[in-house]
């Protein structure tokens, strides 16, 4: 009686918790290999840099790679009294996969069907997740027990498909949305990743295999084509450093914003919420200055459903290491704009769910919101070299 008591408190708290996440999607590949779970890291990072609080859970119990990927194998699941506290990203990212069980992130995880939903339905329950805007789920390739127990466990939950261009990939994929249809998940969209090879030199895409295989299947299944992600090598070797591609500056970031731009507007009930923005643009003699810890002013903007709707002029503290990253916290601002900004504090700003654009040069305060709202800002180089400390940028 007492094990029954136990399973119905812990089924009533994982059914507490999923009723208070507005918005849950899995993230689904039909085969490996397509880059399924590097999309899903990046639409975490890149939605918990706008200001939404984001929890991800990786439920590729065999194959787990989110802390790979983000940089973190070595983190560990500690318990916190009844509940297990899940590894803090940043300031509105929560983490949870398998990796942070295993004493070594080489070990092999050996279990059949049963044990396998039961620690995902653990991973629901049993981890103090808090408030969440976003439950990202990373689904194994495939459509076994762990994908058919998120849509079981969790009916109201969304599908994002990933897939390659190459029919191999689109053949499995058509067995992804039947699984869906069959399960009733509704498909959010796809995206076709790896579409064309990014050239590093001269930016150019060259389709080296197939392209717009992914459109066509959105076409024929009538669901949305959310965009083309293309193969770069920077991205290879900055995802094997555990770095995210809200640090990498090229246009994959903003095929990247765009995307998640298509799936806010697609989610959204309350569009001024969405659309609610607070941005911060360093300024010098009435221009957009290119070092923010060096400017003399803040221009600061309140944006609500695409119009600017206030307009102030802050000074900011004392610069020092630090400061001015957590006074812009304190100011509520989600996005800056700026012409240079060195590692230290972009990694501070995303910390505090701070959206930064670096690489853009003068214009005043009402000329860069404008253009940023049109989608319009043109990005340059970073203004700086210097490789560390605040108010210094890397190179664009």
């Known amino acids: 009686m007492a094990d029954k008591d136990k399973n119905d408190i812990k089924l009533e708290r994982m059914e507490d918790f999923l009723k208070k996440v507005p ?34 859970l990786d439920v590729d ?47 092999a995880i050996i279990w059949r069907g049963p044990v396998k939903m039961g620690i995902i339905k653990q991973f629901l329950s049993d981890v103090d997740w808090g408030e969440l805007d976003f439950l990202i789920i990373d689904s194994p390739p495939g459509t076994g027990d762990e994908p058919l127990t998120i849509a079981q466990t969790i009916p109201d939950c969304k599908a994002l498909i990933v897939t390659t261009p190459q029919g ?32 590093p030199n001269c930016g150019a895409v060259h389709n080296i295999f197939k392209s717009g295989g992914g459109s066509e299947l ?37 095929i990247i914003n765009e995307i998640v731009d298509k799936i806010i507007n697609k989610l959204s009930t309350n569009k001024e919420e969405i ?9 010098a003699q009435g221009e957009l200055c290119e070092h923010f810890g060096h400017c003399e002013v803040f221009g600061v903007v309140d944006v609500e459903d695409g119009k600017v709707v206030k307009e ?24 800056v704009i700026t ?43 970073n203004s700086c070299n210097h490789e560390r400390g605040e108010g210094h940028s890397h190179k664009h």
């Open 23 to 56: 918005h849950k999607i899995m993230v689904m590949s039909g085969k490996g290999g397509v880059g399924k779970s590097t999309v899903a890291a990046n639409l975490a990072v890149f939605l918990s840099n706008r200001g939404y609080k984001v929890g991800l």
């Open 61 to 107: 119990v065999h194959g787990p790679s989110i802390g790979t990927i983000m940089g973190i194998v070595w983190q560990k699941i500690y318990p916190s009294g009844e509940m297990l506290k899940p590894v803090l990203w940043s300031k509105n990212l929560k983490i949870v996969s398998v990796q942070f069980l295993l004493e070594n992130p080489d070990d």
């Open 168 to 199: 191999v990939s689109l053949a499995d994929v058509r067995k992804s949305l039947t699984f869906c249809k069959e399960v009733n998940i509704e498909v959010l969209g796809i995206i076709e990743n790896m579409s064309g090879f990014a050239c």
């Open 218 to 254: 959105a076409k024929q299944y009538k669901i949305d084509f959310l965009g083309k992600i293309p193969i770069d090598p920077k991205i290879v070797e900055e995802s094997d450093e555990g770095n995210l591609l809200d640090k990498y500056d090229g246009k994959i970031k903003d």
């Open 275 to 283: 659309k609610l923005m607070k941005i911060a643009v360093p300024m």
């Open 312 to 335: 102030e002029y802050l000074t900011p503290p004392p610069h020092a290491p630090g400061v001015i990253p957590n006074w812009l916290a304190e100011q509520k601002v989600n996005v």
């Open 339 to 381: 012409g240079g900004m060195g590692p230290m504090a972009q990694d501070l700003m995303r910390q505090n769910g701070i959206e930064v654009v670096t690489g853009v040069s003068g214009g005043s305060l009402n000329s860069v919101i404008d253009a940023y709202l049109k989608n319009e800002l043109v990005i340059g180089s």
